[in-house]
């Protein structure tokens, strides 16, 4: 080393030590980061219902710790349909039984509750329920909502002796009078109630008369019926009505859905499963709704059978031995709402031969001669669900491609192990309660044959 080299040494090396301690404490920060980050990285894993939880541990936290990106990015696209930014899915177990209560089985206006047809509406103003009653009445009363017990003999649930307002007979007061004759859906909203229905037998399916309007559903004596007002999707749709959540209103398109199943006969004119369809109601409430227009609809769901795409491919006919189990002849979708602040669809009905088959006019348990379809152990019929993911209902490739995320078997309290169906039910989301309509379960003497209204919670305190 010449002298130069040997000043140039010794006037630098105080740098060049700096530089390296510093060189050493950068490798050591740098794996500390590495080992938060994916500590970080595990406390922030999806759990499995699809929510993403994080931590307060102020050691597993880093601050003002960024990442240049460097890579161009491609644009995003869009979605064909905008995609609900929960992911939470409704689990069946979250269903809390409240309890339940008997309405009068004794003649009040132009009916009984007794062989109700079943189906429901709440009422938050009065806190009250609207119920369909004998199915040969077509006839509606208003009772209010007792206190709820659980009570686990049916003569021990509170009665409801009095209606607040008794039944009328509803559908013979449409235009042209008659027309129909099965109470399908009812809806209230301010002071109004909806009712759709049908022809039970309407054999070539031409049907399109489906709504009536009660103007004054508060007062039956001064209400007037207007109607038949016509859906479009006619059977297809023209059953439950339910409101959509504001988490789903910009998707839907529209603040409330109705839809309908194959419930009764001839499943030709039906969706083979149940439907969705978005429906703006606003008409009907302000009394604008032409008779000679129909109601716009935009189907979600839908399983036409003129075109042979049923929820499941062995929807229809008879089963022997086994039947499907997602659906089947004997399913039946008889109420389905959006859940709020979820992305669940849930439709409540009943099913049935899924463990000893169908058949048609059989010998049920080889004694009773069944009049249509039924399941060859009368034991073998139950209440059902199905839950939907709204996501896929959004991004399907058709109306007809979608399937639930689960189903199954639903055990109510009183309903026999699946003996007493369930006929109808109203969700009201401002007190969380799931109303439910079970078929002669209300029975406390020989001859009376009342629905008994159970209660449940979903979302919990």
Request: proline share 5%.
């Amino acid at each position: 080393m010449n002298n130069r080299s040997l000043f140039l040494f010794i006037l630098f090396s105080p740098f060049l030590l700096i530089l390296f301690n510093n060189c050493g404490q950068y490798e050591s920060s740098t794996s500390s980061l590495s080992s938060q980050i994916q500590n970080n990285s595990d406390t922030n894993k999806p759990t499995e219902n699809n929510t993403t939880t994080s931590t307060n541990n102020e050691n597993n936290e880093i601050e003002n710790v960024t990442e240049p990106d460097v890579t161009p990015q491609p644009p995003t696209e869009e979605p064909d349909q905008p995609i609900n930014p929960s992911n939470k899915l409704f689990a069946i177990e979250a269903l809390k039984y409240q309890g339940a209560f008997r309405l009068s089985s004794n003649d009040i206006g132009e009916s009984s509750v007794n062989y109700a047809t079943g189906t429901l509406a709440y009422n938050p103003d009065h806190k009250s329920i609207y119920i369909a009653g004998h199915n040969h009445h077509n006839a509606i009363a208003e009772f209010t909502v007792p206190e709820l017990s659980k009570a686990t003999d049916v003569k021990q649930l509170p009665e409801v002796a009095e209606a607040r307002q008794g039944f009328k007979k509803i559908l013979s007061q449409g235009t042209p009078s008659g027309a129909n004759d099965k109470i399908t859906g009812l809806y209230y909203k301010d002071n109004t109630l909806i009712i759709n229905s049908e022809v039970w037998y309407d054999a070539d399916g031409k049907n399109d008369l489906t709504t009536l309007v009660m103007t004054n559903a508060n007062d039956f004596s001064q209400s007037n019926i207007t109607g038949y007002y016509k859906l479009e999707g006619k059977a297809h749709a023209a059953g439950y009505i339910s409101e959509v959540p504001e988490n789903h209103r910009a998707q839907i398109g529209n603040d409330h859905i109705t839809g309908w199943s194959k419930n009764y006969s001839i499943n030709s004119r039906y969706s083979i499963g149940p439907s969705l369809f978005s429906v703006n109601i606003d008409s009907l409430l302000k009394g604008t709704q032409s008779i000679n227009q129909n109601i716009a609809t935009k189907a979600f769901m839908n399983f036409p059978f003129s075109e042979g795409k049923y929820l499941s491919e062995a929807s229809i006919g008879n089963s022997d031995n086994t039947a499907n189990a997602l659906f089947n002849q004997l399913s039946r979708a008889m109420y389905a709402f959006i859940i709020p602040g979820t992305n669940t669809y849930f439709v409540i009905g009943s099913s049935g031969g899924i463990d000893s088959g169908i058949g048609y006019k059989i010998k049920q348990d080889g004694t009773y001669e069944c009049p249509g379809f039924c399941s060859y152990k009368s034991a073998d019929n139950y209440n059902y669900y199905w839950l939907f993911d709204m996501n896929d209902i959004y991004n399907a490739s058709s109306v007809s491609s979608i399937k639930p995320y689960a189903f199954g078997k639903l055990n109510i309290p009183f309903d026999k192990n699946g003996q007493h169906q369930v006929l109808g039910a109203s969700y009201d989301a401002s007190s969380d309660q799931l109303f439910i309509s079970l078929e002669n379960a209300g029975q406390v003497g020989d001859f009376d044959r009342p629905p008994l209204i159970v209660v449940y919670s979903l979302l919990g305190e």
